[in-house]
C-alpha cells in the first residue's frame, strides 16, 4: 500500500499559516478544562500539494462515474452535468434561508412550484409535494396518505398491501412502518404479476397495492388495467414505485393508467450525484382525491406571488422533512428537466431502454438471460451457466470486474432470480463504453472456462481484496490506523 499522509508527515512542514488570533485572553481561560484535550492532536504536517496528492490518490482508489461505467441496476448511476453543480452553488440558492421572508424567496419558490408542475405532467399526477428526502421516504409518504385516506373513509378493516415478490426491498419495508401486512404475490413466468394469484387474494382487507414499475425485472407490467380495475374494485389504492421513472420519460403517465399514487427518485432520473449516502430527493404526485393528504406546505401561487400553502393543513399527513426538502436537489432536477424540456426527457428515457437492450443482446449468448424480450432501462442476466459449469458465481464475476475498471451491477437481486446481476448502463453512456463493458463481460465468461481459479481469487488490482461482506458491516472499523 502507498503512503498515508500520516506518514508523509515532516516536522514543520506547513499548507496554510492561521492569521494571528485577535483575541488575548489564552483559550485555556476561555474553554472549560474538561474540553480541552490534554496533549497536542497527532496532525500530519504537510504542503498544500501534500494534501492535493493524497486526496486525490484516494479518490482514485474509488470507483465513480467519471471514472468508468457504473451499471447499479435500479439505482441509475447516470452521470450528472457538471453545470449543475455550478448553478445550485451559486450564493442566490446556496445562501437563502428557510425563515427568510416569503417575498425575498420568490425566486426559490418558483422554481419548487415549477419543479411540481413539471413533476406533475411527467406522471399525470394532480399534485406533488417535493418533501421526501428519499425514494423510501416517498414510499413511506405514499403509504403514510394510503392510511389517511382510508381513516377518513372509515376503512378501518383494511390490513393489508399487497407487493409482488419482484419488488424493491424498501416496498415491504415501508408498508410495515405504516403498520400494514404485506402480501406477497407472485410472478408468473413472463416476470410480470400472477393475475390468477392475485385475483385469490383481492378482498376487502386491501388498503393497496405496491408496484415497482417498471420492475426490478426491467420489465413494464402489461396487465395494468385488470390490476387497477381489480384493486379498486376493493376501494384499495395502487401506488407504483417510480424511482425506476428513467424508462419511461416522456413515454408513460402512470397517473393515466391506473395508478394513485406515485413517488419519484429525482437524484436518480433527474440527476444528482448520489450513493453514499445521499443527499437525495423523493417527491410524490398524487391523483386529485388524495390531494387533501399531501405533506404540507406545497408551494402554490396567486396574484401576489408564489408562497407556501399550508390550506389543507387539517387534513394532511403532516410534515415529512424539515422546512420544504432537499431544495439543492430540487434546483438540480428543475435545470435538468428545463434544459432538456420534453422531447429531450423523451430522448433520455428512450436511450436508457435502447442502451439496456443493446447491452443485453450483446451478453445473451454467454450469460443466461431468463426474460429474453425487449427489456426497459435495465435487465437481468445471472451466472447460472457458469456456477453449473465451473462454480464460478455472481459474486466472482461482480469481483473481476472491478479488475477491468468497472463497477459492478447489482447483484443477488431481484431474490426471485438465483445469481441475479441486475444491470442498467443508463442513457449516458455511450456505444463505445457499452461494448467496452460488453467485452469485459464476455472476457470474463471465457475466464470462467478456462481458468475459474483466477475469478475467485478477483479483485487483484484494487487497493482492497475481497472483502468480508457481512464482517465490514457488523464490525466495522472506519478509523485510521498506524498499523494497517
Ligand atoms: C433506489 C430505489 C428505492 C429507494 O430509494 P432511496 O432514495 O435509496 O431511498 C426504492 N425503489 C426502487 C425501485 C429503487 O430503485
Redesign the pocket.
Known sequence: MSKTIFEHSTPGRKGYTLPKSDIDIPLGEIIPKEYLRESDARLPEVSELDVMRHYIMLSHKNHFIEKGLYPLG???MKYNPKSHEAIVRQSCFANTHPYQPENTLQGSLAIMYELQKDLSEISGMAQVTLQPS??????FTGIKIVSAYHKAKGNTHKTKIIIPDSA?G??PATCSLVGYDVVELKSDANGRCDMEHLRSIVDDSIAGFML?NPS?LGLFETQLEEIAELIHSVDGLIYM?G??MNALLGIVQPGKIGFDIVHF?I??TFSTP?GGG?P?S?PVGVVEKLVPYLPVPIVSKNEDGYYLDYSHEDTSIGKMHTFYGNFAVAVRAYVYIKMLGAKGLRRAGENAIINANYLMTRLKDYYHITHLEYCMHEFVADSSWQKKENKVTTLDIAKRLLDKGFHAPTVYFPLIVPEAMMIEPTETESLESLDAFADAMIEIAQEAKENPELLFEAPLTTPVRRVDDVRAVKVLDPKFSFEA
Open positions: 435500479s439505482c441509475t428519499a425514494g423510501a421516504q416517498g414510499e424493491h424498501t416496498n415497482t426490478t414505485d424511482a425506476n427518485n437524484h436518480k448520489h445521499g437525495g423523493g
